[in-house]
């Protein structure tokens, strides 16, 4: 690995955390439809229930009508071969398979189902599976070994009238045959004629050569090799049937006399298993996918030392073109699924493999590229399509759906294939992209993030987070044995942090003593005051290195309330002379913003200064993306009742329209008329906004308050807050309940303000 590359932030400590924290594990079931009243109760259960249940005895298809069948997908294993770690059973399997329901939620709004199966008996596993399998749309099989899970997977097609798939075998092979067909196209080599090497013969590797096979490469053109060399014709050691499907008459005998001459090596083995010298005997332009894990067969460096026309592509997210399962089976199934396909053939995959190959050769969208910090462009490192592009959710099932329909698998055509398209894309929420274009908005740019209460667990976890992940430079501030002491309890000993004191700066104390002095002298302050405040105030002090360019960011809260810091952060920052000092809180869910202000500052804000905070907020939803409608909010709407709140808001309103702004914006109304499109144009058709309001100002701080709050403890979705505008240098003040990602989304939210000071 490059040593420039972060390590793994990930301990036992957090990881453990992570699944143990509020709610155990990573899934929930929620209910579909509201049961509030009796005839709700009646309709969901007894004795509506009976409807559906004797349409279904009539029509079993129609379960894919009344029941979530047709969006739920079993992921089962026995937990034989569980990642890396190996056969851990089937019980410590469950947090994987839970992961593996998580990520078809997240990228194909798929409902996974995590089912352990504790048997290591085929026909025990098979026929368990069998007998659930009518509850389910479609069956992932996981972290089964070799070579058992062949024959399960098998027998359960056989035995299953619905898709089965082994996506160890088939994800894999999938993601790297769409890699091969663009890595050929840039050197201009034929799949019917390339000599492909392949090292490994489990399941992974074994389904890639039948696929390849499938897709037009000839069997004699593919030499695989295992731990005991070639797999030729007549050997006997370490043989079996599906091995002896794929050997060759062939005179070569090790790894290293296959790969002379070879166009194109896939490594489904073990970390160091090919050499500098093997790289060197390849082809021209050969294709090298080294995708063991978490060490590939050979790394880009080792490649790139020998080699400058290799095409490089591996398991892993630090290097250019990795092999992601997570771009095939949540898409393949969506797309098995939206047709009721029976199975999932080769067709499918190859499909599959296809969009995925087309997708990343055509032009990437700006706005993905600027998630990614760069420009997207095909080429030798952009050969397959980065997981997060939200365009593979309406390419891929869209040419699954299609492949099934036309090899006769699929049970329910779709006749619109276009209203299907804007249907996919419609699944996906968009929230997470909002969050993660945040994030590699700021990546590798290097902005320095100062944390006042640096000997706060919470604060170092962020620290340590934000530096691995190449968001910036944190810095932070308290005693150097304390911070220490705290990494080593946590596994962290080895992470060299920037760690700052008062004491351990005297050097400059006085001189921030001094401008702290002239900045308050004037309002009480004495020389020892600023003294004292500098050297024993983490808050005087860390803002002293913002002001001084010491730092771009800061962030405080974790130990002190929002009044305190931010009476401390007055005495060094300035003002901006543009923008009022605010607070909002940003709620991200199913793709649409809301932003309420202000939430924190203003106790009972003045008409002029509602009219302020509107603009500000109005500003900050146009750069997350949304364009503004803007409700100011109050119990009454439009006058009735007048109250006193009502008329600030309609003299808030008078003076908007004196400025002829160039936003969506109306009240007084109560919340949910605000919210609600139907509700205010049925009601209130005289309105403003053309749509349901996706930014509230709130009278005043109460209000503001209690609303985001009730928003942090019941939204389904994400929820940033507070965010602190109107600093001349970027700061931000968490709450004091604030966990550690809730203290990095406040950096990342400063490090952006930070770049906007700088346009």
Not at 394 to 401: E, G, I, K, Y
Not at 514 to 525: H, K, V
Not at 660 to 673: H, P, R, W
Request: charged share 25%; glycine share 6%.
């Amino acid at each position: 690995m490059n040593n420039n590359q972060p390590k793994d932030p990930i301990t036992k400590r957090d990881a453990l955390a992570f699944h143990a924290d509020g709610r155990p594990g990573k899934l929930e079931i929620t209910a579909t439809k509201a049961v509030a009243t009796q005839r709700d109760l009646s309709l969901a259960y007894s004795p509506g229930v009976a409807y559906p249940c004797w349409e279904i005895r009539d029509v079993p298809d129609s379960s894919y009508d009344y029941t979530a069948k047709a969006n739920t997908v079993a992921v089962i294993s026995n937990g034989t071969a569980v990642l890396g770690l190996g056969n851990l059973g089937a019980l410590a399997s469950k947090p994987v398979m839970e992961g593996k329901a998580v990520l078809f939620k997240r990228f194909a709004d798929i409902d996974g189902v995590d089912i352990e199966v504790d048997t290591e008996n085929v026909d025990e596993f098979v026929r368990a599976v069998e007998l659930i399998a009518p509850s389910f749309g479609g069956i992932n099989l996981e972290d089964i070994k070799a070579p058992e899970s062949f024959i399960i997977e098998e027998q359960l097609k056989e035995r299953c009238n619905i898709p089965v798939m082994h996506d160890d075998q088939h994800g894999t092979a999938i993601i790297a045959a769409a890699g091969l067909l663009n890595s050929l196209q840039l050197i201009d080599k034929n799949l019917d004629s390339v000599k492909l090497v392949v090292n490994g013969a489990g399941a992974a590797a074994l389904s890639s050569v039948n696929l390849l096979k499938s897709m037009g490469m000839p069997g004699e053109n593919i030499i695989m090799a295992d731990s005991k060399g070639v797999i030729y014709r007549g050997r006997q050691e370490g043989m079996n049937q599906w091995k002896t499907a794929v050997a060759v008459d062939t005179k070569l005998r090790t790894l290293e006399e296959a790969m002379v001459g070879a166009d194109v090596f896939f490594g489904l083995s073990v970390k160091g298993a090919v050499t500098p010298e093997m790289v060197k005997s390849m082809a021209i332009n050969p294709v090298i996918f080294a995708m063991a894990n978490p060490d590939p067969e050979i790394t880009p460096e080792a490649v790139k030392a020998v080699r400058d026309d290799a095409i490089m592509a591996t398991g892993r997210s630090d290097y250019p073109n990795q092999v992601n399962n997570v771009l095939g089976f949540p898409y393949i199934f969506r797309g098995a699924l939206d047709v009721r396909a029976s199975a999932i053939n080769d067709d499918m995959k190859i499909a599959a493999a296809h969009a995925l190959a087309d997708l990343a050769r055509a032009e990437v969208p700006a706005e993905v590229g600027k998630a990614y910090g760069r420009q997207l462009t095909f080429g030798r490192d952009y050969i397959i399509p980065a997981p997060f592009d939200p365009r593979l959710v309406s390419a891929v099932p869209l040419a699954v759906a299609k492949a099934a329909m036309a090899s006769g698998v699929a049970r329910k055509p779709i006749d619109d294939l276009v209203a299907y398209e804007g249907e996919l894309r419609g699944r996906l929420d968009p929230s997470y992209a909002n969050v993660q274009r945040l994030y590699q908005r700021i990546e590798n740019k290097d902005y320095r993030y100062v944390f006042a209460e640096g000997e706060d667990e919470r604060a170092i976890r962020a620290a340590v987070e934000i530096r691995t992940s190449n968001l910036g430079h944190p810095i932070l501030v308290g005693k150097r044995e304390v911070i220490e002491a705290q990494l080593d309890a946590m596994g962290l000993s080895d992470e060299k942090l920037d760690i700052r004191s008062a004491k351990a700066s005297q050097d400059v104390n006085a001189r921030y003593a001094e401008q702290l002095y002239r900045r308050q002298q004037r309002r009480g302050m004495l020389m020892r005051d600023a003294n004292r405040s500098v050297n024993q105030n983490r808050n005087i002090y860390a803002a002293s290195l913002l002001t001084n360019g010491q730092a771009d960011t800061l962030i405080t809260g974790l130990t002190r309330s929002f009044a305190s810091c931010l009476s401390d952060l007055r005495q060094v920052v300035d003002l901006r002379q543009d923008e009022r000092l605010m607070t909002y809180s940003w709620l991200s869910r199913r793709g649409e913003s809301l932003l309420v202000a202000d939430t924190s500052v203003h106790e009972d804000p003045s008409a002029e200064q509602l009219a302020t905070i509107a603009k500000q907020t109005a500003a900050t939803a146009r750069r997350l993306g949304a364009e503004p409608r803007v409700a100011f909010a109050s119990y009454s709407t439009f006058g009735q009742p007048m109250s006193r709140d009502g008329k600030k808001i309609q003299d808030a309103i008078a003076l908007l329209d004196q400025e002829q702004c160039d936003f969506e914006y109306d009240g007084e109304m109560a919340v949910n008329v605000a919210l609600s499109k139907d509700l205010m144009q049925s009601m209130y058709p005289f309105s403003r906004l053309s749509d349901a309001a996706n930014v509230l100002i709130m009278p005043n701080l109460a209000a503001a308050n209690i609303g985001y709050k009730l928003l942090a403890q019941y939204a389904d979705g994400m929820l940033i807050s507070p965010v602190l505008q109107g600093f001349e240098k970027p700061c931000q003040i968490v709450s004091l309940s604030a966990t550690v990602q809730d203290v990095v989304n406040s950096a990342v939210i400063a490090a952006i303000q930070a770049e906007l000071r700088l346009r």
